[in-house]
T-cell receptor, first 112, second 113 residues
Framework: NAGVTQTPKFRILKIGQSMTLQCTQD?????MYWYRQDPGMGLKLIYY???????DKGEVPNGYNVSRSTTEDFPLRLELAAPSQTSVYFC???????????FGPGTRLTVL | GENVEQHPSTLSVQEGDSAVIKCTYS??????FPWYKQELGKGPQLIID?????GEKKDQRIAVTLNKTAKHFSLHITETQPEDSAVYFC????????????FGTGTRLQVTL
């Protein structure tokens, strides 16, 4: 099992550009999450999904969109990139009876 | 919503000493308390967790204690080693919230030789 994979690892965007951060898990987990991590601020939940076709907002959803067409994939879309979206983005998944969330390696995004 | 405070923000200990990191939370409905370790350039990894029906849990050199009345929980690392150096995050969640985690702000632990 590869676990949770994220692409790309790094990306630099110009203000106003758009991009999609990819997240895939091969553990057949129903729950998936997107977090952002700013320096010294811990992780903040952006969006989450409890299964294919179901998504919901987290604590900081503004400026982002998600979709969940399959169990495996949970892409995060930035439509109009802003400097405030400079951060490290982590995708996570959870399944089964235990609460453990498995995290991907992260995507470091810089918006200039 | 839930608020989780974590202290200290940085901690330096000598190899072999113990390290203690503390977290307090605000939501009395929280019933799951994991601790994550994050090494440089990597995603957080679960190292230990505790549920509200247990007051203490131990796994080799790592232990977590929970005081639900006072709404705080702590991570204890004994006989620290250089490979314990990392950023540690506490988190909480509650049943019925899709297991959404609320994280503390992290503690950077440095174990010196």
């Amino acid at each position: 099992n590869a676990g949770v994979t994220q692409t790309p690892k790094f990306r630099i965007l110009k203000i106003g550009q758009s991009m999609t951060l990819q997240c895939t898990q091969d553990m057949n987990h129903n729950y998936m999450y997107w977090y952002r991590q700013d320096p010294g601020m811990g992780l903040k939940l952006i969006y989450y999904s409890v299964g294919a076709g179901i998504t919901d907002k987290g604590e900081v959803p503004n400026g982002y969109n998600v979709s969940r067409s399959t169990t495996e994939d949970f892409p995060l879309r930035l439509e109009l990139a802003a400097p405030s979206q400079t951060s490290v983005y982590f995708c996570a998944s959870k399944g089964g009876v235990w609460n453990e969330q498995f995290f991907g390696p992260g995507t470091r995004l810089t918006v200039l | 919503g839930e608020n989780v405070e974590q202290h200290p923000s940085t901690l330096s200990v000598q190899e072999g000493d113990s390290a203690v990191i503390k977290c307090t939370y605000s939501d009395s409905a929280s019933n799951y308390f994991p601790w994550y370790k994050q090494e440089l350039g990597k995603g957080p990894q679960l190292i230990i967790d505790i549920r509200s029906n247990v007051g203490e849990k131990k796994d080799q050199r790592i232990a977590v204690t929970l005081n639900k009345t006072a709404k705080h929980f702590s991570l204890h690392i004994t006989e620290t080693q250089p490979e314990d150096s990392a950023v540690y995050f506490c988190a909480t969640s509650s049943t019925g919230t899709a297991s959404k985690l609320t994280f503390g702000t992290g503690t950077r632990l440095q174990v010196t030789l």
